[in-house]
């Protein structure tokens, strides 16, 4: 050891070169030693990616619209989303802020949204039940709603109703005149 | 004081071994070289990593969802401004006036007529008809210049009247409104429509009439249907 250290303060390119030299001769000597094996293979192990995307039976088109509306009305309007992917996805619902002219007393802070999940539109037989994903204030609704797992081939039909609350008799509701309001809705899925 | 010769000495090697300073000097620069190079490559792996570490996801949208209320909008020809007056009036004496009503909404609407009295009690002395028709040409204010009443006969009071009897009953609410130009068969009002109305207060034989006065005022209002 004591011959190593003066090996290694005279020279130490000698002392690495040594090494690599053993190292080598190791290696070597592993590579000659024969023996009897046997060797079996399981091929074809294949790794596919899931796909995540989805369909809209309305892409880039409105759900809903209604013009000239009056206090008391409603207006309803669906969209089917389809799971067109290979794999589950966690679906959600966002939307932009909505867009009111004028901006005060601003008509998306007076109608109100209701969004139901109305399930697989090819249902016919022990349907389940609707599900509510939002009701309130056009102008409350969350940035974004988590609408759960939806497993591939899958297909759920979301109903958007909007109302215009009656606010009363004598022009109660007459600061609205002429007033609208738009917003967009994206669906967005993810693995 | 800080040995500020101690960071210069560490990258030349073990001090004090008699070996020349500049061949350990590189040497041990050499290994803090590679270690240092496999440390950025290392970090550099990380972040790739972590950028490229994230969900598959898809998106759509359904933009332009959008919803605009209706409007109801009427004009006058005669906005706040008397069509009627009496000075000194005897029985008999009358005045007329009418006013031009035009709708710009946009929605479908119904038409309602009303009024608000004051004074000492004149109004209930005062005999009024209120006869629908139309104008040819532009009226001034007051004016029933080119006035023509309608040919239907609405509550059997003659052509185009849809109200006549004293002021001092003419409906004074909304809620209890004439509908123009009746509750049975109320007009629609589209966008565009435009009528006329002539307005004519008599002053009745009655004594109890002497001396007294009276004011109107008169409300056209527009109802979305």
């Known amino acids: 050891m004591h011959r190593l250290k003066s090996l290694w303060r005279a020279s130490p390119r000698k002392v690495l070169v040594a090494m690599g030299g053993l190292m080598a001769a190791a290696a070597v000597a592993v590579g000659s030693g024969a023996n009897f094996n046997s060797t079996s293979a399981n091929p074809s192990n294949v790794f596919t990616a899931g796909t995540i995307s989805h369909s809209n039976s309305k892409t880039n088109a409105a759900i809903l619209t209604a013009s000239n509306i009056v206090p008391g009305n409603t207006a309803t309007g669906t969209v089917d989303i389809k799971n067109t992917g290979s794999a589950s996805g966690t679906f959600a619902l966002g939307h932009t802020v909505a867009v009111d002219t004028p901006a005060s007393p601003g008509l998306s802070k007076k109608i109100t949204m209701t969004v139901q999940d109305l399930g697989d539109p090819a249902c016919v037989t022990a349907c389940p ?25 899958v297909t759920h039909r979301y109903q958007f109703t909007m109302s215009f609350p009656d606010g009363g008799i004598n022009g109660a509701d007459n600061a609205y005149q002429g007033a609208s309001t738009t917003v967009e809705y994206t669906w967005s899925s993810t693995s | ?18 070996s020349p300073p500049s061949d350990r000097g590189r040497v041990f620069a050499t290994a803090i070289k590679l270690a240092a190079t496999a440390a950025v490559l290392a970090g550099a792996s990380l972040l790739a990593g972590a950028a490229t570490w994230s969900n598959l996801n ?38 007329t006036g009418c006013i031009r009503i035009s709708y710009t909404g946009t929605l479908p609407a119904e038409l309602k007529l009303y009024g608000t009295g004051a004074g000492s009690g004149l109004n209930q002395y005062l005999m009024l008809v209120v006869t629908r028709g139309s104008f040819s040409g532009t009226p001034s204010s007051g004016s029933c210049t080119g006035f023509t009443a309608d040919t239907t ?12 009897g004293v002021l001092a009953a003419l409906p004074s609410t909304a809620a209890s409104a004439l509908i123009d130009p009746t509750s049975a068969n109320p007009a629609t009002w589209d966008p565009q429509s435009t009528h006329g109305y002539r307005l004519q207060v008599t002053v009745l034989n009655d004594a109890r009439a002497q001396g007294l006065n009276g004011r109107a005022t008169f409300t056209f209002e527009a109802d979305s249907i």
């Open chain 1, 129 to 153: 039940a609707a599900v509510s994903v939002y009701t309130g204030l056009m102008s409350a609704m969350p940035v974004s709603i988590p609408l759960g797992v939806s497993a591939a081939g």
């Open chain 2, 1 to 18: 004081m800080p040995d500020q010769n101690a960071s210069a000495r560490a990258h030349e090697g073990p001090p004090g071994d008699g």
């Open chain 2, 58 to 95: 898809a998106t759509v949208t359904n933009p332009s969802n959008s919803f605009s209320v209706g409007t109801v909008n009427l004009s006058s020809n005669s906005p706040s401004s008397a069509v009627l007056s009496l000075a000194g009036a005897e029985p008999g004496d009358f005045s």
């Open chain 2, 153 to 164: 006969n609405y509550i059997a009071q003659g052509a185009g009247v849809i109200y006549s």
